[in-house]
């Protein structure tokens, strides 16, 4: 499938009114952020569904304005709930919110997959499986852990306008920061060992040489993060929630392929641990609330985007 990219909200509005109007018959069609959701979703959604790929949550939301009912009557949107959604956005019957910060972590967290692939990775290490999967267990806590804590360090960042959060390579080139960036993170993953929101925000201060102003301003910003109320378990600093409100799927898939690098030693990649996930990853109908709102929604259209086949 060739993926068109989308510049406004406009462009993709016009798209889907050229497909519905192209179709035969009523169909369902299913639009998502990008390429990554269709990997994620697709193996849960019925053969007669048209998937559009839309390149941003931003694009999706846009096109709204430029659909009339008859077009977005066989619609529905998929969103990350990376940032924040607007409250005119959640009560829409057609807009479909992941339960965590993105359908990444929604798989990750929800669809059993990551327990699977942890194990398989570190379960040589070990002579009886009670002790592979006790030590699977305090693995996968601390990546989500570690992941979340980055994640609120990282929110903090991206608040104060031309902060950089990628570093700088050759030929004046820019990549994402890795765990191996941050000069602890070795001894971080040796003992297990969640780090302190402050401590990430000074070990990304020193990988991306930030000034001491804007240092503090990242301090400041990110102990408001951590003050908010959970609205789950009601307290402030909820480790259960921290990944569900701060960590992306590709940081969560980066820190833990380099986690699991260390502790096995042997190379892993962020896609090879993504791709086992996902593999692995299976959900009953009411699990996964993406799939149970699409159900309900295809029921009051009238078509069908689940296929209930593919679930446990």
Same mark, same amino acid.
């Given at each position: 499938?060739?993926a068109?990219k989308y510049?406004?909200?406009?462009?993709l509005?016009?798209?889907?009114?050229?497909?519905?109007?192209?179709?035969r018959?009523?169909?369902?069609?299913?639009?998502?952020?990008?390429?990554?959701?269709?990997?994620?979703?697709?193996?849960?959604?019925?053969?007669?569904?048209?998937?559009?790929?839309?390149?941003?949550?931003?694009i999706?939301?846009?096109?709204?304005?430029?659909?009339n009912?008859?077009?977005?009557?066989?619609c529905?949107?998929?969103v990350?709930?990376?940032?924040?959604?607007?409250?005119?956005?959640?009560?829409?019957?057609?807009?479909?919110?992941?339960?965590?910060? /993105? *359908?990444?972590?929604?798989?990750? +967290?929800?669809g @059993?997959?990551? =327990?699977h692939?942890? &194990?398989?990775?570190?379960?040589?290490?070990?002579?009886s499986?009670?002790?592979s999967?006790?030590?699977?267990?305090?693995?996968?806590?601390f990546?989500?852990?570690?992941?979340?804590?980055?994640g609120?360090?990282?929110?903090?960042?991206?608040?104060?306008? /031309? *902060?950089?959060?990628?570093?700088? +390579?050759?030929? @004046?080139?820019r =990549?994402?920061?890795? &765990?191996?960036d941050?000069?602890?993170s070795?001894?971080?993953?040796?003992?297990?060992?969640?780090p302190?929101?402050?401590?990430?925000?000074?070990e990304?201060?020193?990988a991306l040489?930030w000034?001491?102003?804007?240092?503090?301003?990242?301090?400041?910003?990110?102990?408001l993060g951590?003050?908010k109320?959970?609205?789950?378990?009601?307290?402030?600093g909820?480790?259960?929630c921290?990944?569900?409100r701060?960590s992306?799927?590709?940081?969560?898939?980066s820190?833990l392929?380099?986690?699991?690098?260390?502790?096995?030693?042997?190379?892993?990649?962020?896609q090879?641990?993504a791709?086992?996930?996902?593999?692995?990853?299976?959900?009953?109908?009411?699990?996964?609330?993406?799939?149970?709102r699409?159900?309900l929604?295809?029921?009051h259209?009238g078509?069908?985007?689940?296929?209930?086949g593919?679930l446990?």
């Open positions: 499938m060739v068109l510049r406004s909200g406009a462009e509005g016009q798209a889907i009114r050229m497909r519905v109007r192209g179709l018959k009523p169909t369902p069609i299913l639009v998502v952020e990008g390429k990554s959701d269709i990997q994620m979703i697709v193996r849960y959604i019925d053969p007669s569904v048209r998937v559009v790929p839309a390149h941003g949550k931003d999706i939301l846009g096109s709204l304005d430029h659909l009912a008859r077009e977005l009557a066989s529905t949107f998929v990350d709930c990376d940032g924040e959604v607007e409250s005119k956005w959640r009560t829409r019957e057609d807009i479909v919110i992941s339960q965590h910060r /993105d *359908l990444d972590i929604d798989t990750a +967290v929800l @059993g997959g990551l =327990r692939a942890v &194990l398989d990775y570190v379960g040589p290490m070990f002579e499986r009670r002790e999967e006790v030590f699977t267990a305090r693995l996968i806590d990546a989500m852990g570690l992941s979340g804590t980055f609120v360090a990282a929110d903090a960042a991206r608040s104060i306008p /031309d *902060l950089p959060l990628r570093l700088s +390579v050759t030929d @004046g080139h =990549r994402k920061i890795e &765990l191996s941050l000069t602890s070795s001894r971080w993953v040796s003992d297990l060992s969640i302190s929101v402050a401590t990430i925000i000074d990304l201060a020193d040489s000034n001491k102003d804007n240092i503090t301003k990242v301090h400041q910003i990110a102990a951590e003050s109320m959970c609205r789950m378990h009601h307290k402030t909820c480790d259960k921290m990944i569900r701060y992306g799927g590709h940081t969560f898939h820190f392929a380099s986690i699991l690098t260390l502790v096995v030693g042997t190379s892993i990649s962020e090879e641990i791709r086992s996930i996902r593999v692995g990853s299976s959900f009953a109908s009411e699990e996964w609330d993406v799939l149970k699409l159900h929604r295809g029921i259209i078509l069908k985007y689940v296929d209930f593919t446990n």
